[in-house]
């Protein structure tokens, strides 16, 4: 198992930029493609982007695509997401998983880690 703390979210005006990063511990975290997901007040946890163990894949929900851009280090064990362009709907507190492309990028652990708050003023 690998344990999850997300960190980076704050308060940013339309059209903002912020950078959020999720730190992993546990000697797998290489071996597994890692995704970001959000959940906004009132609704279902959603797929916002996922990388391909290596870092030679990504993929992306449609809403975010051309805006969010994810990365990792795996000498780091870290997983990065840079979120350009933001809009209010982007508000929802981010938490990062293991992702499986067998399951469109659904998360693997049943654990999360504590998220990180994303707010975007109009």
């Known amino acids: 198992q690998v344990q999850l703390v997300e960190s980076g979210g704050g308060l940013v005006q339309a059209g903002g930029s912020l950078t959020l990063s999720c730190a992993a511990s546990g000697r797998t975290f290489s071996s597994y493609a890692m995704g970001w997901f959000r959940q906004a007040p009132g609704k279902e946890r959603e797929f916002v982007a996922a990388?391909?163990?290596?870092?030679?894949?990504?993929y992306y929900a449609d809403s975010v695509k051309g805006r969010f851009t994810i990365s990792r280090d795996n000498a780091k064990n870290t997983v990065h997401l840079q979120m350009y362009s933001l809009k209010p709907e982007d508000t929802a507190v981010y938490y990062c998983?293991?992702?499986?492309?067998?399951?469109?990028?659904?998360?693997?652990?049943?654990?999360w880690g504590q998220g990180t708050q994303v707010t975007v003023s109009s």
């Open positions: 998983n293991a992702a499986s492309p067998r399951t469109g990028w659904g998360p693997i652990f049943d654990s």
């Open positions: 990388i391909s163990w290596s870092g030679g894949s990504t």
